[in-house]
């Protein structure tokens, strides 16, 4: 994003940000999008949690939604703020208090 000036962030997060009142079929397709996102990370943190890698005090689909749901607000902050500090806080959090 640095590259780019923080002028571009993620397509789902952009279409949804900007159509997903405009129309169902647009947002029922996003909102597809981020559960298939959400469902893969799930495997990850899973993984992880049975890997003793990742804190398993909180479940893996609510760890997986809160990484998908942040990363995008991250990557829009991003773009307000035109610096990745919203990025450096996500990776803060998601490798330092979530990770054992």
């Known amino acids: 994003m640095a590259e780019r000036d923080y ?45 003793g890698e990742i804190r398993t005090d909180i479940d893996s689909a609510v ?3 809160f990484l998908v749901s942040a990363w995008e607000g991250a990557v829009l902050r991003a773009r307000v703020d035109k610096d990745g500090t919203a990025l450096v806080q996500f990776e803060e959090v998601a490798f330092h208090v979530i990770a054992n």
Not at 18 to 38: K, N
Request: charged share 20%; glycine share 10%; proline share 0%.
């Open 7 to 51: 002028a571009r962030g993620c397509l789902i997060g952009n279409l949804s940000a900007e159509l997903s009142d405009q129309s169902r079929v647009v947002c029922d397709r996003l909102s597809s999008v981020f559960a298939g996102w959400t469902r893969a990370v799930q495997c990850c943190v899973r993984d992880g949690q049975r890997a």
């Open 63 to 65: 760890l997986a939604g």
